[in-house]
C-alpha cells in the first residue's frame, strides 16, 4: 500500500501569510488530491491532479493553487492565508489498481 | 445531485456492545463503496471497499453490507471497543472515479 506523508501535523499562520502543505507518496501513483475538512461540512475537494505539471480544479479551489513539479508530491499553496482557511487539510493517492485510495495524516491549519 | 446520506449522526454505545451505521447514495453510475475510520485529528483510513458484484466484505470486527438495488449500505462494528471511538466516513464513487462523501457519524463507546 502506498504510504501517504503531510509534512506538518499542525500549523499556525498569521493572517497573509504565504503557506505551503506538502504531501509526499511513497509510490509512483498519478492521482493525487487535496480535501479541507470542516465540522459539519464534511470533506470538500480543493485541487487534485493526475500527472506532474497537471492540475484541475475541485469544488472549492478559491484561495488556493497546487504545484506537482515532481510525480511524488503535491504541494497545497495558500497564497495570503485568512482565518475562513483555519481547517483541516487532507491529501489523498489513488492508486490504479484495486480501487484504492489512501489519505495523508492531515494538517489541522489555524489562521491568526 | 450526488448525495451520500449517513445516519446517525453521533451514536453512544457502551463497551462489548454492537452497533450499525448506516449509509444511503444516490450516486450515479455507481462504481464502489468505501467506509473509513477517522480517529480525531487524524486522516481517515480505509476498513472495507465494494464493487457493486459484492454484497458483504469484513475486516476484522467489521462487516459492511452493500444493497445496490436500494443504494444503501451498512456498517455493523460487533463487539465494540474503546478504541473504536472516531468518525466512520461512507464514500461513494461513480464510474468517473470521482468521490462524493458522507457527512460521517461521530462513534463514541464508553467503558
Known amino acids: 500500500d502506498v504510504k501517504v506523508t503531510q509534512s506538518s501535523r499542525y500549523l499556525v499562520k498569521r493572517t497573509g501569510e504565504k503557506v505551503f502543505l506538502e504531501c509526499v507518496q511513497d509510490?509512483?501513483?498519478?492521482?493525487m488530491f487535496w480535501y479541507r475538512q470542516d465540522p459539519g461540512l464534511g470533506l470538500r475537494l480543493i485541487y487534485f491532479?493526475?500527472?506532474?505539471?497537471?492540475?484541475e480544479k475541485g469544488d472549492i479551489p478559491e484561495g488556493y493553487s497546487v504545484s506537482r513539479e515532481k510525480k511524488e508530491r503535491f504541494s497545497l499553496i495558500l497564497e495570503s492565508a485568512s482565518t475562513n482557511q483555519t481547517s483541516m487539510y487532507l491529501c489523498a493517492v489513488e492508486s490504479s489498481s484495486n480501487y484504492g485510495y489512501t489519505f495523508g495524516s492531515g494538517t489541522r491549519l489555524t489562521v491568526v | 445531485k450526488n448525495q451520500v446520506e449517513q445516519s446517525p449522526q453521533s451514536l453512544i454505545i457502551l463497551e462489548g456492545k454492537n452497533c450499525t451505521l448506516q449509509?444511503?447514495?444516490?450516486?450515479?453510475?455507481?462504481?464502489?463503496l468505501r467506509w473509513y475510520k477517522q480517529d480525531t485529528g487524524r486522516g481517515p483510513v480505509s476498513l472495507t471497499i465494494?464493487?457493486?458484484?459484492?454484497n458483504t466484505k469484513s475486516n476484522g470486527r467489521y462487516t459492511a453490507t452493500l444493497d445496490a438495488d436500494t443504494k444503501q449500505s451498512s456498517l455493523h462494528i460487533t463487539a465494540s471497543q474503546l478504541s473504536d471511538s472516531a468518525s466512520y466516513i461512507c464514500?461513494?464513487?461513480?464510474?468517473?472515479?470521482?468521490?462524493?462523501f458522507g457527512g460521517g457519524t461521530r462513534l463514541m463507546v464508553k467503558p
Open positions: 465494494m464493487t457493486f458484484s459484492e
Open positions: 509510490m509512483d501513483h498519478e492521482n
Open positions: 491532479s493526475y500527472d506532474v505539471k497537471m492540475k
Open positions: 449509509c444511503n447514495y444516490t450516486v450515479s453510475p455507481f462504481s464502489n
Open positions: 464514500v461513494v464513487s461513480n464510474a468517473g472515479n470521482m468521490l462524493t
